[in-house]
């Protein structure tokens, strides 16, 4: 399964749109389950937190992007500065993860694994 994830993120690096400076970076980010197979919807959200911390997208600067995964479990965010981001990822019936990434290549891949949900825990049992 995780073939497919490989499979689809390497054709959506085929044919990327140039890069408007080497200060950016496209980024694709992956997203599976524990046996890897994809997870379509998941909310991804990307927050800047050092380096060039805000982004200008035609006249809107932005301190954050939010998208959703494709079928393939592939977000994929336009030319953003590098540097380090948060990346947190919300799909229905898993885990949410959070964690920070280091932005440093022209396309870069991440890729993340949600775990299911922990069973109730409480103090009365």
């Known amino acids: 399964m995780r073939g497919i994830l490989a499979?689809?993120?390497a054709l959506a690096l085929m044919a990327p749109p140039a890069l408007a400076d080497s200060d950016e970076a496209i980024v694709y980010v992956?997203?599976?389950t524990l046996r890897g197979k994809p997870i379509e919807r998941a909310s991804v959200i990307l927050r800047f937190v050092e380096g060039r911390s805000i982004a200008k997208f035609?006249?809107?600067i932005r301190t954050q992007w939010q998208t959703r995964t494709n079928q393939e479990g592939v977000a994929r965010f336009p030319s953003i500065p590098k540097?380090?981001?948060?990346i947190q990822?919300?799909?229905?019936?898993?885990?949410?993860f959070?964690?920070?990434?280091e932005i440093t290549e022209d396309k870069q891949n991440i890729e993340i694994t949600l775990n299911p949900p922990q069973p109730p825990y409480s103090v009365h049992e």
Request: proline share 0%; no cysteine.
């Open 7 to 9: 499979l689809a993120m």
């Open 30 to 32: 992956g997203v599976a």
């Open 58 to 60: 035609g006249k809107k």
């Open 83 to 86: 540097g380090k981001v948060l």
């Open 89 to 96: 990822v919300i799909a229905q019936g898993y885990q949410t």
């Open 98 to 101: 959070g964690k920070e990434f």
